[in-house]
């Protein structure tokens, strides 16, 4: 067990940075041929930051458009953010020096519960896409196939914060062993874990391949990275460039 998740840390971790960084170079080499800024649109590169920000953290185009649907995915976003910190103690030396403050009480505290939180905006997400018959006329089965992945990732890890405790001492000293490319840990065995981390695994496989890939797709959208300001100067795309030279 302790080599065959080794392995497949190390495949899912590969898969991961690789798929994504060629995913990002594809938007990056990507040519936005027109202006097409979402009005009302900034008229000033500080602007764009500015309304890429409020995106990003307040998914402001979402809470527009419907409130039901920004309160659930925020609901799971926040949690999701807040259970990441708290992994992070796994997998960093105390020597760290964001260590103090990823190992306070508070939010290990805060962490712990917010996976309560991720279950509770992903049964929301689920619950649209099933209940609403707009929603459910366009979703594909991998959209369910998805939420479903990230609801039993979830519910593992709750049932190991509050129902069936692993050994984390254990856990951390694989992990670091894992990081350091070294051996002398076993994997501890418990189902709740090994569920957890086997999906975690497959996610991180898939995800470069699915539509989480909105995560630094967000980033590359003309639609909000561009400045409104066609009058003051013509937009033209690279390959245009090339061909008017």
Known sequence: MTFLFATLFYISLGVLIVGVALKIRQYWNTPAPLKIPTMPAPTTQAGVVFRMAREVVLFESLFRSTKWTWIFSWMFHLGLLLAFVRHLRYVISPDFFLWPLINNWLVQFAGQYASLMMLAGLLGLLGRRIFVDRVRYISA?????????????????????FIIPTDVVLLKAFMMDLISTSSGHEFPVNFPLVVHLLLVALLAIIFPFSKLLHAPGIFFSPTRNQVDNPREQRHIADWAKKLES
């Open 141 to 161: 089965p991998s959209d369910y196939l998805m939420l479903i992945l990230l609801l039993i990732i979830t519910i593992s890890g709750i049932m190991m914060s």
